[in-house]
């Protein structure tokens, strides 16, 4: 088998990328190691900056996310008993955020990849990249039993922290940088309405909360836990409860509490490989580098690397420049360790890891920066999201 780009993962990262490859008639096949239900079943980001929704436009999928999605023009910051507003119109020259899960983006388009007919596959096994340095990559991958084999201009892997893509960066080439947090995020999905229209995102002297929605009806919370935790020791009742006592007053009595459709313990890293290619191997989105997820910058990091190659790419097909890859990792990289400090920043600001001195500094920090139109823009752009560069 020959394609122009082989993309390993069916994330959101692959998925984007594979829907604006094919519609710039960019020939492309995506391998998925897991099934379409296991990965609508993984629920993660809850806030779009402007670049994905503009991403996800372009590639002909934002019908629903434009019908359901809820446009946010701030955001709410709770602490010492009080809540402050940061207002992204006022300072954030007037962008905007959009509330539309991760797995409504995914399950458009998957559907959008089936309509298109463009090939996918699900449940492969053994993937390898071979020769990723020379000028005729090839992947090879096993399904139901057979060898395959996939003769590739370029491959991009989009395969998350756990796969194989970034492992095949030599070692001796790669240099990682990670900062684990003493704290994981217990999240609760409920059909109940949210405590609010815009989220809140909180401190108080029991920890970090978060109140997040996926729409008028249906609200995702998280509680900060440590990382001994175990899901199945948090009742629906233990988490609602636990909650509820870390909430201020003034907001405390309008929780709506109800069943969890999904509960989750995700820990808390920084983490970024680079480079972010090899050859003709290019990293996208978690393969790369990894966020706590106290900025909601996770999934807008993976569409900016989405946007990067994507456009890199049509240089090399339509304008016949293949000099022009060597500049992903540099724009990429850029962007990412913006986010990566603005989400270290944020966690540190919002979550008492034991130290009474930083939680000092944490008042003093939360006091400035959504007490002052300094401290407020600081946070407002970005939260929204910084611009992408232009790809010469
Ligand atoms: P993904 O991990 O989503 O997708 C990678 C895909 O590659 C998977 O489907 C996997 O099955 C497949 N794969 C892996 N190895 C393979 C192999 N060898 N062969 C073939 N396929 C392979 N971000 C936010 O912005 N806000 C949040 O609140 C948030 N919460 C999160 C909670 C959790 C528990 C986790 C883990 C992440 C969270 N994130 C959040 C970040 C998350 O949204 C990621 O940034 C986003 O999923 C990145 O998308 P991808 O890069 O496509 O990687
Ligand atoms: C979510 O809705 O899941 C969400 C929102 C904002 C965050 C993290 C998670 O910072």
Redesign the pocket.
């Known amino acids: 088998m020959k394609t122009q780009v082989v993309i390993i993962g069916a994330g959101p990262s692959g998925l984007l990328l594979g829907q604006l490859l094919h519609n710039a008639g960019i020939d492309n096949i995506i391998l998925e190691r897991a099934t379409p239900d296991y990965v609508l079943g993984r629920?993660?980001?809850?806030?779009l900056e402007e670049g994905i929704v503009s991403m996800v436009r372009e590639a002909g999928v934002a019908e629903r996310m434009d019908r359901e999605g809820l446009p946010h023009g701030g955001v709410q910051i709770a602490f010492n008993g009080e809540i402050r507003r940061v207002d992204f119109h006022k300072h954030a020259n007037g962008k905007q955020v959009v509330?539309y899960?991760q797995t409504e983006i995914t399950a458009d388009l998957m559907e959008a990849r089936q309509a298109c007919g463009a090939p996918i596959h699900y449940k492969v096994e053994k993937v390898q990249i071979h020769d990723p340095d020379s000028d005729n990559p090839l992947v090879t991958y096993e399904k139901d039993g057979q060898q395959h084999r996939i003769a590739c201009d370029y491959i991009a892997g989009c395969d998350g922290f756990h796969g194989v893509s970034r492992k095949t960066i030599p070692e001796s080439l790669r240099t990682e940088y990670e900062k684990v947090y003493p704290v994981g995020?217990l999240?609760f999905l409920a059909d109940t309405p949210p405590i609010d229209e815009e989220?809140i995102?909180g401190v108080s002297d029991k920890g970090f909360f978060?109140c997040?929605?996926?729409s008028h009806t249906r609200s995702?919370y998280?509680v900060d836990v440590s990382l001994d935790e175990k899901v199945e020791d948090w009742s629906d009742d233990r988490f609602w409860e636990e909650l509820s006592s870390r909430l201020p007053e003034s907001v405390r009595g309008k929780l709506v509490t109800g069943p969890s459709l999904e509960k989750s313990i995700a820990p808390l890293r920084s983490y970024i490989c680079e480079p972010m290619q090899y050859g003709r191997l290019f990293l996208v989105g978690d393969a790369a580098h990894i966020v706590p997820?106290?900025?909601?910058?996770g999934l807008n990091l993976a569409s900016g690397d989405v946007n990067y190659l994507y456009r890199i790419l049509l240089k090399v097909y339509k304008e016949n420049r293949p000099e022009a890859i060597a500049q992903y990792s540099a724009l990429c990289l850029r962007r990412i360790w913006h986010a990566e400090r603005f989400s270290w920043w944020?966690t540190n600001m919002l979550h008492d890891f034991g130290d009474k001195f930083d939680r000092k500094l944490m008042d003093s920090e939360l006091d400035f920066y959504t007490g002052t139109d300094a401290g407020l823009s600081v946070i407002a752009e970005q939260y929204v999201g910084l611009p992408y560069e232009e790809v010469v």
């Not at 629920?43 to 806030?47: F, H, N, Q, T």
């Not at 997820?293 to 910058?297: D, L």
Request: hydrophobic content about 45%; cysteine-free; charged content about 15%.
């Open positions: 629920i993660r980001a809850g806030v509330v899960g995020w999240g989220l995102y978060l997040s929605m996926r995702r998280y997820p106290t900025g909601a910058k944020m």
